[in-house]
């Protein structure tokens, strides 16, 4: 039976259906019962794997989930609305999400945590920096014309675009950066985080006229959510040092510590 699973492509059936026979007998079922277990479980089997597919796809830095994002840690932050989101209506919607904050609050945290329920529910999705993009963005068109290099940034239902602000773009990037914003504008949902204000893009664009006409686009249906809050890597790193500290019997003037493991 197995040669006729693997031609019919049942790969998930062909592995298990020793186990779910021996189940099916000790349990009595039902001819209609079993086959429909038998479905089911083919099917799970292969939405496992397009799951995998489209987190190899998505090449998020770590699979870290919203049930460990410590709320109570980020007073500021409203829970309630980061629930809201991850409900995924603003993919449907094709609303962006901006996360704005200074670093270590959470936001490559929070944004990579809902592009996997997005993809736990089956969306597509692409992680990136801004820094990764503008390269992107300048590397010789090959085909596809116009839009060549911008359809991978295109495509997926959610893009990421982390860390804007820590790299000027060139006049070519920019340019390019828009035309992808443009793009996606009312097509697909953007997250996007950083540490700048809105202000301060006039100056990472290098033109004053684009930023506005960008931020036009990105802003006109989107949720922006400011993290005015403590670095969590700072926290993490005040534990380990009140620990020596402990440990060694050694003062610190630990307010002298500056955020050096930033981005
Ligand atoms: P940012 O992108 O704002 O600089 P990150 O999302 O990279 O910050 O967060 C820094 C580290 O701290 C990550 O390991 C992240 O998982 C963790 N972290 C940040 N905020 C929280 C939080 N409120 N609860 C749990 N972990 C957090
Ligand atoms: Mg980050």
């Known amino acids: 039976m197995n040669e006729q699973l693997k031609r019919l492509g049942l790969t998930q059936l062909a592995r298990v259906l020793p186990t779910l026979l021996d189940e099916a007998r000790v349990q009595q079922l039902s001819y209609e019962a079993f086959l429909r277990q038998a479905l089911e479980t083919e099917l799970g089997g292969r939405q496992q794997r397009a799951l995998e597919r489209r987190m190899r796809a998505a090449h998020l830095p770590r699979r870290v989930r919203l049930e460990a994002f410590d709320f109570s840690f980020q007073p500021t932050l409203s829970e309630r609305l980061v629930r809201e989101l991850a409900s995924l209506r603003f993919v449907q919607a094709a609303t ?3 996360l704005l904050g200074p670093p270590g609050v959470g936001k490559t945290h929070l944004a990579s945590a809902l592009a996997l329920v997005a993809m736990e529910a089956g969306y597509s999705a692409l992680f990136t920096t801004l820094s990764q993009l503008a390269a992107a963005l300048e590397a010789p068109v090959t085909r596809g014309g116009r839009y060549g290099r911008l359809q991978r940034y295109i495509r997926p239902h959610i893009l990421i675009v982390d860390e804007v602000g820590y790299t000027r773009l060139t ?3 920019a ?3 828009f035309e992808l914003v443009a793009a996606r504008y009312e ?3 953007m997250v996007v985080t950083s540490n700048l204000s809105f202000a301060e893009w006039g100056g990472l664009l290098g033109d004053d006229v684009l930023a506005t006409a960008l931020l036009d686009r990105l ?5 922006i959510i400011t993290i005015n809050g403590r670095s969590y890597r700072m926290r993490e790193r005040m534990a380990t040092d009140t620990a020596e500290r402990s440990a060694s019997g050694v003062g610190q003037n630990l307010s002298a510590v500056t955020d050096s493991t930033s981005r």
């Open 219 to 223: 802003l006109h249906h989107a949720e």
């Open 96 to 98: 962006n999400v901006v």
């Open 171 to 173: 006049a070519e990037q």
């Open 187 to 189: 097509r697909g949902a």
């Open 175 to 177: 340019h390019q950066l």
